[in-house]
């Protein structure tokens, strides 16, 4: 699989995981904490894998890598502060909102900037990177390293 | 007159929706405004439409339903005002005397930032274009002349002189050849962004009006100029564009969009001498420092980046309207014969290859002659002269002179001569109406389907002149 396409992969399930904690009832305090906590573990490894692998193999052909990287670094400060609420709190409902927020902002600027670049690499590069990013995620998920 | 919009309160945006009768102002008088109150008129009608126009892409492009909806509350809010700019132009403002004023506003506007452009490369590119739209100024005059028999200085008041210079059958480039080479976003000058995107909105606005009421005259002269024109300002739009970094995050070029318009609107409201449109340039300063502080939380919430950062603290004054007579002269003396070259470079005239790519595009377009000649032509016939207007009698004298100088070694079939003596009279012998036996429109491809071809089903082909 392409780099890019395992990436956007990740992209729409951290989307599904947000979908489901906006359905989960707000006095659910511990299914609430449990999908933040999936979401965080999601971030963490997509983050960690894509520093490891992706963003240097593709900074030679884009220009948007430090623009990525300075997104990650602040998306791991807010989820920081985030993590310190009561999962029952409104400041809590708030922060997962702004977390998504951050996150889609990204997103976009990743799927519309960064992947396109990317493609300038050739197919062959992009699926050799793909395979070397699914083995680092596995890796990183087998370990349960937490970045934030 | 440095201002940091940073520190400054604007007008809550609950509060900035206004009633159909505060946005649909008294029009100014034509008789009695200002050249350069219409000049700014003219352009904030376009910085606003470029705000439009980034908005709906930026929705386009987004997921998030909240930032979607800010942008469409923002949208919202600035719809009004540019229904309020655009409608102070009057009912009675004939289009080309409105189209005078929008090359007025290209010139004045051009020259402005060229002057005051921190980085040589956008600077050149300034230059560049500032020949064109002079250039067009002088063959809408033509027109105006022509069709409304009033003289383009009762728009420019004397602000701006009407002669040629590169001429416009020249602009038409190889679209590859329109695209420079990029600012990079993180060392150019805050300046350099703003004067870039002043300039794009200002050029865009004017090829979507020229393309939209380029039909509302009958002459098929004034029709083809204005699709020649307008094909141009697409060229412009291009070109401006091109300049622009695309690594921008689209957070930070709605930041920089906003710090634009309100640096536009701060200088509309300093240099305002009409005082109830400067009090339409405040309340909209207003509005517009809340859209800044908007866009810049966005940017900071949604990706950990000060405004500043982007912006700077100091507006400039973009929007400034003042005589730069001297700076085009020297620009028109020095640069008609420049050309664009591949790598977002320029040549002269002398130094182009024969294989040149805008000389295929120039003859698929100028195949049955340039409009922009044409027009000089006509004047000609109809007056004797062509018409020019300059503070400086040796500049008019030379005007012709000039304009055939700096032609292309291979001009379009039509090109007027650069004195009228050497102008052989044109008989007219057909009715008005009628065509001589020529079908009116032609096409360039010689489909025989194509409307108005001799070869068209239901047509009577090869109809002859009446007889008296």
Known sequence: ?148 | MAMNPFDERGIPLERQIRTWKQVALPPYRKQDVDAFTRCRVILMNGIEMEAAIFSHAFARACDDPDLKGQLAALRRVEHQQQNTINWLNPADQSVLETTIGYEQVAIELTAYLARTEPDEYVKQAFEFGLLEDFDHLYRYAQLLDLIHGKDPNEILQGRTDVLPARPTQDHHNDPFLRVLNHYEKTRAHPRSKVNVLTLMAGEQQTMNFYKTVGNFYGSPEARQLYAEISNVEEEHVTQYESLMDPTETWLEKWVMHEFTEVANYYTCMETEIDPRIKKVWEIFLSCELEHLRIAGEMLRRLQGKEPQEICGTELPTPATFESNREYVTRVIKEQSALRLVSGGKWASLDELPEDWASFAYQRVVHEHGAPSESVVRLRMEAAGVELVRAEDPELEAAAGEHRVSSLDPDPAANTAPATYTALEPVRREAEPGDHGGEPRLVNPLDDPTWPGSAETPGRKPGRKGKER
């Open chain 1, 1 to 148: 699989m392409r780099a890019t396409e395992l990436l956007a992969r990740d992209h729409r399930a951290v989307r599904d995981l947000f979908l489901q904690f906006e359905r989960t009832p707000l006095d659910d305090g511990s299914s609430r904490q449990d999908l933040f906590d999936r979401i965080v573990d999601e971030l963490d490894v997509h983050a960690a894998a894509e520093e490891a692998v992706f963003y240097p193999a593709v900074r030679q052909a884009s220009r948007r890598i430090d623009d990525a990287e300075s997104g990650h670094a602040h998306l791991r400060a807010i989820v920081a502060e985030v993590r310190e609420y009561d999962p029952a709190s409104s400041d809590f409902t708030a922060g997962v909102r702004l977390v998504k927020r951050i996150v889609l902002a990204h997103v976009m600027e990743e799927e519309g900037g960064v992947f396109l670049d990317a493609e300038r690499m050739g197919t062959q590069a992009l699926e050799r990177l793909g395979a070397e990013l699914a083995e680092r995620k596995e890796a990183l998920a087998r370990s349960g390293r937490r970045a934030a």
